[in-house]
């Protein structure tokens, strides 16, 4: 589908056919006086922007009255975007309703677990399960794609936006009714489901569906599988509601793709993308980067992981922002060569487009401050001319698009429902971070220069060498014997504390921990030792970290396991804190500790090595740079990204330069925070050596 959608960018009014990745920006121009239009046109083409997506929050602008349109003005906005050679992704214009609706109808506006009404006056104010607000939705939706149907400027319907972003949990009557539509057909009879929340605890036995409500702010702590059901159902209520958009899309204008922008990034836990993936025909993403240690691993591992919902597949960056955000608590402005940088990474991971939020900087509003394509400055900045050289390196990586991620051979798993599961209340700590361990894995992986791929628990595991799953928490009975199988048939698992502890239920297996996992580890734990903040145990390490968060009493069940490393102090001095299990030419090892990203970056070398993984970078590049590559059309684009502020020497790679540097010897050297792309042909090569070796 993307390939459709990109060849449909090809010709511009220049008429230039070369195949090109997409490059653009949510353009608001309602928020505009009519003379800046053509100008934004103007610069538009000169930053070699070939789309934008428009109409995000058009409503009350479209629809000023319940039986009042007003589409001149768009229609007049897309004419020249066309006019331009400029493909629109035009949204819905469904994310934010109107006053007007919401002053008719106050039953549309959300409600807080502890019951309080989200008014209007921000933005996506609406219930997800509201049949009022639907209604009114889908009327728009069917009413642009109507107008819009045959505009020779519409590329691809951009549904609502950032579905979930201000309302995944909504507690209202709307909701509690849609929560007990959706666990009738999830468990059918109330017994089933008096089983499943284990509802013999507290006295909450239900007798009749109708006493069920969604987890409102109760006296003590809620039931542990409503809050998790409650996050279940929540998650499919919106994925329900892009259906529904799509469905009136689909019908309208059946050969105009479909997608929808999600959020994987830091802090977004709500909507498991893994599973709306199939719902739409390209996947989107949105990602901005929350300054910190780790800022630029997370930015990579985001990307990682949207090419991994997308199933190696192209996807879109449908927004990033070119320097500071208004949101966080300080807005920090990118430094000089991080606009480019940060892009290319999400190209590197698959992003055949490259869009921010938003083309022209707000003057008024909430977002005034946020960056955008055209700063307040205007053209003449710094910025502007950031962004027109990045426009002029995506069309030197024209030859990119459409080609896939080239697998790695290790992988980590990252699972939803542990996310939702681990993470909850009443548990032995409330500092577990399930994404954050993912992340430090990650970081440690790029430490070492190892290439890793960020699949999601539905992935095909099989290909992978090494498969790494931190606190994959919850482990239901197939997921244990699909992990089982792996290690059978040759494949490296690693899994850490707190995991293999619950099934679907979030009822703990018993017989000791890590439950599910205990007899692929050859470990059995009794009683979890979670610490203290700021207490740290020893290990015997090459490196000696030292382990905080959690500990584990690790009894050794199976005399193919070897200890990796013990305690050298704490409650569990002397005793194991990280197994290895030989199963055949596969292994199962276990970390029970938090060792953070440079206590595994010790590590790792002992559980790369039996899997046969190395870094694929020169020695004095390990670390220093991130290796990613695409392949397809007979050819390997090798994108090396250099995560220092120092330049680094790239001796040793061969390749056909399309973007980089060489020094005056012709030797390639990445300059601080800088990106080269090197094309090979492609021999071939497989991503695992099991696959090669028939697994
Ligand atoms: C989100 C939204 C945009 C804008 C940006 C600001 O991504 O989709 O409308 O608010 O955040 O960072
Ligand atoms: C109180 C309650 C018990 C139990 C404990 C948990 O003592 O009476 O039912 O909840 O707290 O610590």
Not at 318 to 330: F, G
Not at 454 to 477: G, N, S
Not at 624 to 651: C, I, K
């Amino acid at each position: 589908m993307i390939s459709t959608l990109l060849s449909r960018l090809q010709h511009g009014p220049d008429g230039d056919p070369t195949p090109r990745l997409a490059y653009g920006a949510d353009y608001n121009p309602e928020q505009w006086p009519r003379e800046v239009w053509a100008e934004d046109v103007r610069l538009m083409r000169e930053a070699g922007v070939n789309i934008v997506s428009v109409g995000i929050f058009s409503w009350a602008r479209i629809q000023p009255a319940p039986d009042e349109w007003d589409f001149a003005w768009l229609d007049e906005i897309m004419d020249l975007l066309h006019a331009g050679g400029i493909g629109v992704d035009l949204a819905t214009a469904t994310a934010s309703p109107p006053p007007w609706l919401t002053t008719a109808h106050p039953e549309i506006l959300p409600v807080t677990a502890s019951g309080e009404t989200l008014w209007p006056g921000a933005r996506q104010h609406w219930r997800p399960t509201s049949p009022v607000f639907r209604e009114h939705a889908l009327r728009l939706v069917r009413a642009m794609a109507e107008r819009y149907a045959d505009h020779p400027a519409l590329v691809a319907w951009h549904v609502s936006n950032e579905l979930g972003c201000h309302n995944v949990y909504d507690y209202s009557d709307d909701a509690a009714r849609a929560f007990r539509v959706w666990l009738r057909a999830r468990y059918s009879t109330l017994d089933a489901l008096n089983h499943a929340w284990g509802t013999a605890f507290w006295s909450q036995r239900y007798s009749d569906w109708e006493q069920i409500l969604p987890p409102r702010l109760a006296a003590s702590h809620p039931n542990p599988t409503q809050q998790l059901d409650f996050k279940r159902y929540s998650s499919d209520a919106l994925k329900e509601y892009l259906r529904a958009e799509r469905d009136v899309l689909r019908e309208l204008t059946p050969d105009v793709p479909v997608t929808t922008n999600f959020m994987v990034m830091g802090g977004t836990k709500g909507m498991n993308y893994a599973d709306w993936a199939a719902e739409i025909d390209f996947v989107s993403n949105d990602h901005y980067v929350v300054p910190g240690p780790q800022d630029r691993d997370e930015l990579s591992f985001s990307a990682n992981l949207v090419s991994g919902i997308s199933a190696g597949r192209p996807w879109f960056l449908m927004e990033h922002s070119t320097s500071a955000v208004n949101w966080q608590p300080i807005n920090v402005a990118k430094r000089p060569g991080e606009l480019a940088r940060d892009s290319l990474v999400h190209v590197a991971h698959g992003a055949d487009a490259v869009c921010f939020f938003q083309w022209r900087q707000s003057a008024a509003g909430a977002e005034k401050y946020h960056s955008a394509m055209v700063p307040h400055a205007g053209p003449d900045s710094e910025l502007f001319r950031a962004v027109t050289a990045l426009g002029s390196t995506l069309r030197t990586l024209a030859p990119v698009a459409g080609t896939e991620r080239e697998p790695a051979r290790v992988g980590i798993v990252f699972d939803w429902e542990s996310w939702w599961a681990s993470e909850q209340d009443s548990h032995p700590t409330s500092r577990l971070d399930y994404r954050q361990e993912a992340l430090d894995w990650y970081s440690a992986l790029l430490a070492l220069g190892v290439r890793a791929d960020v699949v999601t628990a539905q992935a095909e595991l099989d290909r992978y060498d090494l498969l790494i799953a931190p606190v994959l928490h919850m482990v239901p009975t197939a997921l244990a014997k699909d992990l089982t199988r792996y290690v059978e048939q040759g494949g490296h698992l690693v899994t850490t504390y707190f995991s293999g502890v619950v099934d679907e239920n979030d009822h703990v297996w018993l017989g000791g921990y890590p439950g599910a996992l205990r007899e692929l580890l050859g470990i059995r734990v009794e009683e979890f030792g979670p610490l203290l903040d700021g207490d740290a145990v020893e290990l015997d390490l090459d490196g000696a970290p030292t382990g905080s968060l959690w500990t584990d009493r690790i009894t050794v069940t199976d005399l193919d396991v070897d200890v990796l490393g013990r305690y050298r102090s704490g409650a569990h001095t002397g005793l194991p804190a990280v197994t290895r299990r030989t199963v055949g030419r596969g292994s199962a090892a276990y970390v029970s500790t938090r060792l953070g990203a440079d206590g595994l970056a010790g590590l790792l070398p002992r559980l790369l090595t039996p899997a046969g993984v190395t870094s694929e970078l020169p020695d004095a590049a390990r670390g220093d740079v991130e290796l990613t590559v695409r392949r397809g059309s007979g050819a390997r684009y090798l994108f090396l990204v250099n995560r220092t502020d120092a330049p680094v020497p790239l001796a040793g790679l061969d390749g056909e330069l399309l973007i980089g540097r060489k020094d005056a010897d012709g030797a390639l050297v990445l300059p601080p925070r800088d990106v080269a792309v090197l094309r090979q042909p492609d021999r071939g090569r497989r991503g695992s050596n099991r696959c090669r070796n028939g697994g």
